[in-house]
């Protein structure tokens, strides 16, 4: 069964900085690709940022150019650097992995998610 567990997340005044790691842990035959979402209070689940299994990345147009998206295969982890916070970025945020037994990423799939991590940007 596939586990991610994020941390990292914390209290920070606008135009700080934080990053965020998400740890993977259990067996997957084929990882397709790796999520970063974030939900405010009162507020649906939103995507922020994608990276594929060859290191493409996409951004929300809300944090491109402030968040960056990165993972270490190695470590089986996830990263998203958090810099030139806004109020408007607190949130509790969500990392996100797809996978599957090996067949078309774009065809099927399954996702595991992390329980969350809270951040939170005061003026």
């Known amino acids: 069964q596939v586990q991610l567990v994020e941390s990292g997340g914390g209290s920070v005044q606008a135009g700080g900085s934080l990053k965020l790691s998400c740890v993977v842990s259990g067996y997957i035959f084929k990882r397709c690709g790796m999520h970063w979402y974030r939900q405010a209070a009162g507020k649906e689940r939103e995507w922020v940022s994608s990276?594929?299994?060859?290191?493409?990345?996409t951004y929300a147009d809300s944090v491109k150019g402030r968040f960056t998206i990165s993972q270490d295969n190695a470590k089986n982890a996830l990263y998203l650097q958090m810099n030139s916070l806004k109020t408007e970025d607190t949130a509790v945020y969500y990392c996100a992995e797809d996978y599957n037994d090996g067949g078309v990423c774009s065809i099927s799939v399954a996702r595991s998610w992390g329980q969350g991590t809270q951040v939170t940007v005061s003026s």
């Open positions: 990276i594929n299994s060859g290191d493409t990345t």
